[in-house]
DNA sequence: ATGCAGATTGCAATCGATTGCATAATTAGG
DNA sequence: CCTAATTATGCAATCGATTGCAATCTGCAT
């Protein structure tokens, strides 16, 4: 019971730095077998209570772990999902917009939680199946991926190869992946309606609908604008670029060419904020001269000067979700439903009645 | 050449699904053995080039990738990273500062450009010691910590463990363990100093000096004040709590308590966003009755309004020193040296002169 | 033709765990 | 006291790659 385990052992030129526990060792010190210990550890029902208690108390007191990649080899259960972020292959610039970081710290607790370790890879937007070799390669059980963008074909042929899947995005016709996303459609309506509401009549769409999301929010736009019998102008469907100095030119461009608007929609908090500071700048004063609505609530909405009205993603249930379903998937043969979540309009004082 | 893959094989009870491919396949169809498919994959120098080539090129077209736990196992090399965010116990809540969300990435980019997989965990703040079993179950080749929190203590037990481990954070006096960071000194001097040159003597300090990082971006602040010949009154040292919400109460006291000051050195960019935000409810105008400078230099800073001054840490940079320092330490077996990086004061709006 | 150096390639052991099957230990029944 | 049934444990093969050493091949000089 009392071995010494730092002394040279089987190898002939022991090194100074003490070996890792095997499970060999902590069979020696208990008086079984490996198996046993194995058995005992995963709990298999053919080991006794006794020694089952007994092996586990010993492991821990030596702080003895299994090593992953012997037990994935040999077993052929890998406990690890990768986390698939796109990006953008011109800029290749970092993902800055706080809501990826909630979704993040949303699906690490979640897989977590039901014992599966996390992998966070950056792939290349225009060459996502890539991300396959990560299953191909028995690296990971399943990806996660955040960011359907208009990838759509890509995402496709990675579920015609069986790779366990789940995206947050958009519901689409023929897609052979399951997705996990808020409800677009109906949050763009809502946002939408409210501004309408509020006597808003030209109501500016601010984001790029070559992304599934945003499209169905601009629908969402457009069915609100039906309701009150109205038809928006085109030119106020604003496409936005992805970094925020393209959006200060782009609204100096609409106000310089008098494309006048009393609120705006956009598609995402922080591209929100950045049009409310530009307004600003213009001498624009919010809401009263323009009302704003965002979508995503991120933390720092709340106190944004003016504090910004938006549509509400529920991040935690994503995660979750986005976890069960792949989760599923591991588990069954038959592919489960995709998720649509509910959205919830928060107003603030961005779009606040006069 | 044509053999079938995909008929039943060895298996007796073969699936419908078609199996992975193993090196043994790439070797039956190359015509040669394993042991030759492994050497050409891995660039060995006796395998010749006409065969490597062609070995090479057959792999990729059968879309090949070699099992990543079996080389792990033999050869012993793990190409794994584990970046640890340790959560503080009570709330358990996500960290919500974009910070945090520039550091990963600048991370991801860099192990992924030295080949290196990043596996994200999140650890209970009290309970770091246990990041150790990535390590020690042979999951990961060293740990990247971000947020140094208080708890060096801990941090010098992983050290003593002698677990490859580089920190994010301040750098201390008896610490074991290496760290990168910017210089919180000089960078709490840049902030103060730029305040008081523009001519405001009441500055308050926001921010938790139980945090290493920020004590001594306090200690800068206090050394600009005596080169000035002045003593930073007690009650200017606020003590901000870790969400939002509390934050606000806070600044409502000093604000009712005559607590007078005319500018604010914060932290965070976050945390001078959130004041700003409150001093404005409460009619105060940024600038001009309070100057606000900030720390990190997150990207909303710029569009915040007004923008927001801030002591800029060079996020890349720091990502990249992070994976160098930890990689020298599994290649070599000397420490390397800590890191710290220069700091640079950006000068906006809610600090400018009058 | 023979021998030999140098360049390639294959054989078989190995990494650290898991697991089917055989064996040992225990208990119960006759 | 012996045998069968039941329970607990050990043996040895195995997962898919890597690698030391032996074997083969080639070309060239003898």
């Not at 059980?141 to 789940?166: M, R, S, T, Y």
Request: charged fraction near 15%; include cysteine; aromatic fraction near 6%.
């Amino acid at each position: 019971m009392n071995e010494d385990l730092t002394s040279p052992g089987n190898t002939p030129h022991s090194l100074p730095s003490r070996r890792r526990l095997h499970m060999t060792d902590i069979a020696r010190l208990a008086g079984v077998s490996a198996s046993t210990v194995s058995r005992a550890l995963n709990g298999s029902p053919l080991i006794s209570d006794e020694t089952r208690i007994r092996i586990a108390e010993l492991a821990r007191s030596l702080n003895y772990t299994v090593h992953t990649a012997a037990r994935n080899l040999r077993s052929g259960n890998n406990r690890t999902i990768a986390v698939v972020v796109p990006y953008q292959t011109p800029t290749r610039q970092h993902i800055s917009d706080p809501f990826f970081l909630g979704m993040l710290g949303s699906l690490a607790d979640s897989l977590t939680d039901q014992g599966y370790d996390m992998l966070l890879s950056r792939v290349d937007a225009e060459h996502l199946v890539e991300a396959a070799q990560l299953y191909e390669s028995g690296r990971v059980a399943g990806i996660i991926l955040i960011g359907q963008w208009h990838h759509h074909d890509q995402l496709n042929e990675l579920a015609v190869k069986n790779i366990p899947l789940a995206v947050w995005g958009a519901l689409l016709p023929r897609q052979l992946y399951c997705t996990v996303g808020s409800d677009n459609l109906e949050g763009g309506k809502l946002a939408t309606g409210h501004l309408l509401e509020s006597g808003r009549r030209r109501i500016a769409f601010f984001g790029d609908i070559a992304f599934p999301e945003v499209a169905q929010r601009y629908q969402g736009y457009l069915q609100a604008h039906q309701q009150f019998g109205l038809q928006p102008p085109s030119e106020l469907l604003v496409k936005t670029p992805f970094l925020a100095a393209g959006v200060r030119e782009i609204v100096t461009y609409l106000l310089i060419h008098k494309h006048g608007f009393d609120a705006v929609f956009a598609c995402s908090d922080l591209l929100a904020m950045t049009v409310i500071s530009t307004l600003g700048k213009h001498g624009l004063a919010i809401p009263h001269d323009v009302a704003v609505v965002g979508y995503d609530d991120i933390a720092l909405s709340e106190y944004f000067p003016p504090s910004l009205s938006t549509v509400r993603q529920p991040l935690e249930k994503g995660g979750q979700m986005l976890v069960n379903i792949l989760l599923q998937q591991l588990a069954g043969t038959q592919r489960p439903q995709s998720v649509v979540l509910p959205t919830q309009l928060i107003v603030r004082e961005s779009s606040q009645l006069d």
